[in-house]
């Protein structure tokens, strides 16, 4: 695990803001209803004990000295990634992981975040590029959120979330059902260790700093899936010769069927089957079809077209698990 340093300083000027380097903590943090901590930290509890007696004289109060008590500052934080795998391809860039980093401590805190993308247990490690946070609580990433820096955080005031996106790549070489498991951490900058662990005069209004219950070090995984699609192609033909038989003589029809079977759990873009008409043969005319669908040789709304060398057939979007088959017709000369 990648820890931050123990000991660090607690409020450093160019700490991550909750979302952006500027002001936009309010678009950007959740509050909650109540302090997951308990009182906040630098809160002064006071007590003064009084006694009352009668020494004969009719009854008397007096005052204890006041007992001040100043809470001590828990750190600690949690880290949420996807609930679910983020579908991918291969080769895919800027694939979006989301994550919600929540200071469950009892005062503000800055956390340092970082990632770990060889934790095991998947297929592939994915390569991660940058992390940004979202600048405007939408919890979508885009271009325009903020740019996560090390060393530039601010502190995350108690029971406030920042949504945090981290964006990879996909290796091309990432097969269909493959995952891969990024794995966000968030380390306080104050300092980390076991649940326990004091930092002297770190908390918030100069009381010590405790690591909590997670070691004031959050971390979850987020995967992505690799949903990808392959395509075969299968060319067969069928003679049907002048006299009744099969023979490839002159005069001779062959009907040629090309099959194409897409494999996988994604789809296809764009898919199309050309053939260019084989030499000592001539196309037979309007002879295209799509399954059991005739097309025509124009290039006009339909799938099909011949332009007087090749036969082409447009067949768009399939989806694994799909078949296609296109036929024509040409005649031995």
Known sequence: MVKAPVGGAKHHPLLLPSCSIL??????????????????????????????FDNGGGTQTIDSNRVDL?????????????ATDVPTTPGATNQVLTYRVTNTGNGPEAFALSTIANVGGDNYDPAVTQIFIDANGNGTWDPADTLYVAGSETPLQPDTAMTVFVLATTPASAADGNRGVVTLVAAAKTGTGAPGTSFAGKGEGGGDAIAGATGADG?????????????TL??????????????????ATI???????????GSVNGLAIT????????????????????LTDAADADAGDYDGTRIRVQLGTVAGGQTRAVTFKTKIK
């Open 275 to 294: 053939d260019n008409v084989p030499a000592d043969t001539a196309y037979v005319a309007n002879s295209i079809k799509l399954g059991a669908t005739a």
């Open 255 to 265: 009907t040629y069927t090309i099959t194409a079977t897409v494999a996988g759990s």
């Open 70 to 82: 100043k809470i001590d500052e828990l750190l600690d934080v949690t880290v949420a990634g996807n």
């Open 23 to 52: 002001a936009l903590v309010a678009t950007c943090v959740v509050p909650t209803a109540a302090h997951a901590a308990g009182t906040l930290a630098g809160t002064t509890i006071s007590n003064t004990a009084s006694a009352s």
């Open 234 to 251: 299968v060319k067969s033909a069928v003679i049907a010769d002048p006299f009744g038989g099969s023979e490839p003589v002159p005069g």
């Open 219 to 231: 971390q979850d995984n987020g995967a992505y899936k690799v949903s990808a699609a392959t395509v």
